[in-house]
Every structure is written in C-alpha cells, then in structure tokens.
C-alpha cells in the first residue's frame, strides 16, 4: 500500500510501471496463458425451474423499506467522527403504481404518494472523540440505539414491534424473559444476564447496573470504551429497516389480519442479520411459521443489488437462462460455486437468514436475487429448500413484474422510491453533515 497524503507533503504514488515487470515475468505469462473459459457445463448445469402457475391477482398493497448510513469526519481538530442513519418505509397500493410511468415518472405524481405514504427515522451516533451527555462512546452509543428505537416521530411504533418479537407477544404463551445474553459491563467475566416481564430496560442481576432490551442484540460487542467501528452504524441500519418492516406487519396483525394476505414487503438487501444481530432471526422465523400456520402467508421478499450473488446470477446467465425461470440454489451449490468454500460446518445461513436465496429471471432484461421465507417445522433448518416451501412465492412471482423499473436495471419501483428518502450519499447532504460534525464540536 503506498502512504497516504499528509498535511505537508503529497502521497506516495502507486507505481505504474511495476505492472509491466509482473508482466514480463515468465511464470505470470506461463500462467495467464493458461487459463481457460469456463467449461459451458459448468455454467449450464443449472436446475432452471418453470415458474409456478400465477396467482389470481397481484397483492394490492406493497411495503418497500430502504436505509443510508454516512460516516463523517471533521475537518478541524479533535476530527470528531459522527455517523449518520436514515431508514424510510414506503407504502403503495397498485393503483398508485399503475400511475406512475415507470420510464419517466412524474416528478409530482412521485412526491404526492410519497407525502401520504412515507415514514422515515434518522438518527446519528459518535463514533470516535465525542461524547455525548457526558458518556463514554460506549455507553452513549447504547443508549442511542435505545432511544433510536423508541424515536417519537414514529411514535415509539418500532420499539414496540422489537419487544413484540423479542418477547413473543404475538404468541398466546409469549416468553417471560428475554434469551440470556452478555451483559455490557461483563467484558472481563462475560457474565450473561436478562430481562422479563415485557421490560424495556431493567438492572443487571449479576452487576447491578443498568441494562437496556436493546444491549441483546450485542452492539456493544464491537465498540471500545472510546470509539466505535462504522459497523455498528449498518448494523443498526439493517436493523431498523426489519423493524420497520415488521412494524407495518404488526400493525395489520394486531388491527386487521385479513389485509396481510394482500400485502408485499420488500427489503433492500438479503433477508439477513450477521453475527451477534442474528439474536432477532429466530423471533421472526418463529412469527412467519406462526402466521403461517393460523392461515395468514406473509408475503415477504428481500432484494440484493450487489455482492457475490448477484454476481453469481450474472455469471449464470453467459448460459442464458430462460425467461420466467427460477433457481433455487441448495447449502452444498451456495458454497462451493458462491461462496468458493468447503460445505463442512454449519448450513449456510444456519443462524443468520430468515429467507431462502431463489436467482429469478423474469425475462432478457430483468433477473433478481430474492431472499424468501420458507415454511418448514419450527426448528428445522432446510438446507435443500423447494419452491414449494417458500412462503407466497406464486403471488410473489405474479406481483413483482408490476413494479419493474424501466429507469435501472434489475430494480423494483417501490424500492427505488423507498432509496429515494432514504438516501444520504448524494451531494450536497455528505456536506452539509460534514459541516453539521464540525459546527457542533464544543
Ligand atoms: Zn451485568
């Protein structure tokens, strides 16, 4: 890695004309030479499956929920780090979309769905040299989250929705305690502690100082007492965006089930919590199998626009997939041909997705990676899923192709929309935060 500019001085160049003696090298030109395509069997032994047969209709209502996180620096000393978050959740019915010219939407028509129809959450965390109330980077940020989730200009719906699934209240047993985890202030003994009785926060039994519901989720796993990574801040953003997801699940569960069985909701991004965030991931499997089971399918899908699998799906497709097709890759495909790792150990996505991967090609021009819940036995994770386990997928199937966008490739109207309010990276918003880190440094 060549050094980075200072303040004095310039930074160190990369050379460009080291290239030329890799080149040279015998061995690299012996290697190189040697490569070769892909066999074609490779790329078209694929189990390429017809679509099901569609759904009467398209689900009339659609949930599109969508996040942007930006981590700012000042330019002045300390250089206090600040990372912002926004989340937004879009409502649209069908006939709102069949409004819109999906080529050159009108500017007004987008802004007057959007006034009735979209919510959205920001909030902000310090991520190194600041404090906050007086707080160490630690604690503060913890207690951030846990305000962040009761924020009042959602009305504290979104906390409610996460002690509905933590708790279970949905279930007609709901649980007494949350699942044991490490408390914050156990770093040197890692002593596990909880909460009960539907409690928001409560007092560590073990060390006697205050928890919050929200310290299960471990975020305090990856900070230090005085600064912060950046993960903690997509971390966050992820989990807001199911949160708000659920929440708008919640509310047609506890006000009008009948109207779940109309209702798309889509996520940007895999259906997916890593690591320690994964503690959510049972609750909502548990939920979709219970919902499902009482006769009420949630119709919920997650859509990756970039990483290795859709990569992958683009890899495929020098195969030409057919139209109206989809595949279903298994544990064993997904790491050997995805991932490019050993199937030994764990299920792929074991203890962190709440959907099964499907690559659908809907035609030439639009090909997606879905993420969908499967049904199966509570407990039982399925390595191998079939179309047939994955929750709505006929009506699914039926109702996606209504929201294509003709403006991006690959992309769904109610999720660009979703990124439309949601985003924070487009100029001039970096700058003005980065004046806002800068201005507010007391
Ligand atoms: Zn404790």
Same mark, same amino acid.
């Given at each position: ?74 330019? %002045?000393?300390? *250089?206090? /780090?600040?990372?912002? $978050?926004?989340? @937004?959740?879009?409502? +649209?019915?069908?006939?709102? #979309? ?29 991520? %190194?040299?600041? *404090?906050? /109330?007086?707080?160490? $980077?630690?604690? @503060?940020?913890?207690? +951030?989250?846990?305000?962040? #989730? ?293």
């Amino acid at each position: 890695m060549p050094y980075p500019a200072g303040k004095n001085l310039p930074s160190e160049l990369a050379s460009k004309l080291g290239h030329l003696e890799v080149l040279k090298s015998p061995l690299v030109r012996e290697i190189v030479q040697n490569f070769e395509q892909p066999a074609a069997e490779e790329v078209i032994d694929v189990k390429w499956e017809p679509f099901p047969p569609p759904s009467s209709k398209p689900l009339d209502l659609v949930f599109a929920v969508d996040g942007s996180w930006q981590a700012v620096t000042g330019e %002045r000393f300390p *250089y206090r /780090k600040i990372a912002f $978050v926004k989340t @937004a959740l879009m409502k +649209i019915d069908q006939i709102a #979309l069949s409004k819109i010219d999906s080529e050159q939407p009108h500017p007004l028509a987008l802004r007057d769905i959007m006034a009735d129809a979209a919510f959205y959450h920001a909030t902000a965390f310090p991520l %190194r040299h600041a *404090y906050f /109330k007086g707080l160490s $980077v630690y604690d @503060a940020i913890r207690q +951030i989250i846990f305000e962040s #989730l009761k924020d009042a200009s959602l009305e504290g719906e979104v906390m409610k929705t996460f002690k509905w699934l933590v708790y279970e209240s949905w279930s007609s047993s709901p649980r007494s305690a949350l699942p044991d985890f490490q408390c914050p202030y156990g770093e040197k003994d890692g002593h596990l502690t909880t909460l009960s009785s539907d409690a928001e926060k409560g007092i560590c039994t073990s060390c006697g100082k205050e928890i919050f519901i929200t310290d299960m989720l471990g975020f305090h796993l990856e900070m230090a007492e005085s600064a912060a990574s950046e993960s903690v801040a997509t971390a966050y953003m992820n989990i807001h965006e199911t949160l708000l997801l659920f929440t708008a699940v919640r509310h047609f569960w506890e006000t009008n089930r009948e109207i779940l069985k109309h209702c798309l909701f889509l996520k940007d991004g895999p259906l997916q919590l890593r690591a320690q965030y994964s503690k959510l991931v049972n609750p909502i499997r548990k939920f979709l199998l219970h919902a499902y089971s009482q006769g009420y399918p949630i119709s919920i899908v997650g859509q990756e626009k970039t990483g290795v699998f859709v990569d992958h799906l683009n890899f495929l497709l020098g195969g030409n997939a057919p139209a109206k097709h989809f595949f279903i890759p298994d544990h064993e495909y997904i790491c050997h041909k995805v991932l490019c790792r050993p199937s030994t150990g764990l299920p792929y996505g074991h203890d962190t997705n709440y959907g099964a991967k499907v690559f659908v090609v809907f035609d030439k021009c639009c090909r997606l990676v879905l993420s969908i819940p499967i049904c199966a036995k509570m407990d039982e994770f399925v390595c191998a899923p079939r179309a047939l386990q994955l929750i709505s997928f006929d009506k699914i199937l039926t109702t996606l192709p209504g929201m294509i966008s003709a403006r991006h490739e690959n992309a769904l109207v109610p999720l660009e929309m979703a990124n439309s309010i949601a985003s924070l990276s487009t100029y001039p918003s970096a700058q003005v935060l980065k004046l806002f880190a800068d201005a507010h440094v007391r």
